[in-house]
């Protein structure tokens, strides 16, 4: 009873945050082309939604690779979404405040980053995700997608895609804990987040796949990373 009264009380806590946050946009830089489209570079995404249409049992049964898609632009709803999914806040009833993903120690070895080329009021460019104020940096402002997708081998469907979120790993946040087994330990973790984007992805009706096949040093200097970049997920509305 007090346990499930805990819950609650952290669940409300977390989403009064998210909720407060997205009414201040300090940190939002507003470029407006014209009256009618506003376009940001980055900033507070719209807060996150914890319940779905789509049951997690449907998602797992869906889910399978996707490397084809439209021209369709995905919203920063969506966007914002996938990326809570993939490292957002989040609560669990024992330890308080958490995130989506566990993580060996609660060293949370990966930073997470999107490159965005065809998103709905958002400059196409390279962002970093603050997962505990839910908001999007700016750190390049360009279309790199094509750039990214020769970096992956000519995987040319990364160029396509809309959006594809990059999951990159400071290893010593963890080897420092727990020495040579903490580079398994991000491994694994980096599995966690990649099947998280994967299901949410797929219970918004959207298609994507993991990408793992990449020249490390070329996407590192691309996009000039400090941690080393493990896994590339593009998504987007799948091409039946
Ligand atoms: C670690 C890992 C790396 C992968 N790398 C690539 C890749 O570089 N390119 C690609 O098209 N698919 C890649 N995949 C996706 C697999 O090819 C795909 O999951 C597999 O064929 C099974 O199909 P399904 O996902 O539809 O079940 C990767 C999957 C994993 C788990």
Same mark, same amino acid.
């Given at each position: ?16 945050m998210?909720?407060?946050c ?52 995905l ?13 957002g ?31 709905? /009021?958002l400059? %196409? ?6 997962? $505990? #104020?839910?908001?999007?940096e700016? *750190?390049?402002?360009?279309? &790199? ?66 990408? /793992?096949?990449? %020249? ?6 691309? $996009? #000039?990373?400090?941690e080393?970049? *493990?896994?590339?997920?593009? &998504? ?5």
């Amino acid at each position: 009873m007090i346990a499930a009264l805990c819950r609650a009380v952290f669940v409300a806590a977390v989403v009064l945050m998210v909720s407060a946050c997205s009414s201040v946009n300090d940190n939002q830089e507003v470029n407006s082309a014209d009256e009618e489209a506003t376009v940001i570079s980055g900033g507070q995404l719209p807060p996150p939604v914890t319940e779905g249409e789509v049951s997690f049992e449907q998602a797992l049964y869906r889910r399978q690779s996707k490397r084809s898609f439209s021209d369709r632009q995905l919203s920063l709803e969506e966007v914002g979404q996938l990326l809570w999914a993939a490292q957002g806040l989040s609560v669990d009833g024992i330890t308080g405040p958490t995130r989506t993903a566990p993580s060996a120690g609660a060293t949370h070895p990966l930073q997470i980053y999107l490159i965005a080329g065809n998103v709905e /009021g958002l400059h %196409s460019g390279f962002y970093r995700y603050d997962y $505990l #104020s839910h908001n999007l940096e700016l *750190l390049t402002e360009k279309d &790199l997608r094509a750039e990214l997708a020769r970096a992956a081998l000519n995987q040319s469907f990364i160029k396509d895609a809309p959006i594809s979120v990059i999951l990159a790993a400071d290893y010593e946040r963890t080897t420092l804990v727990y020495g040579e087994r903490g580079i398994s330990y991000v491994y694994m973790e980096v599995g966690h987040v990649t099947q998280n984007i994967l299901l949410q992805g797929e219970a918004l009706g959207l298609g994507a796949v993991a990408v /793992g096949a990449f %020249s490390d040093e070329e996407v590192k200097a691309l $996009l #000039s990373l400090d941690e080393e970049p *493990l896994m590339i997920i593009p &998504l987007g509305e799948p091409l039946q």
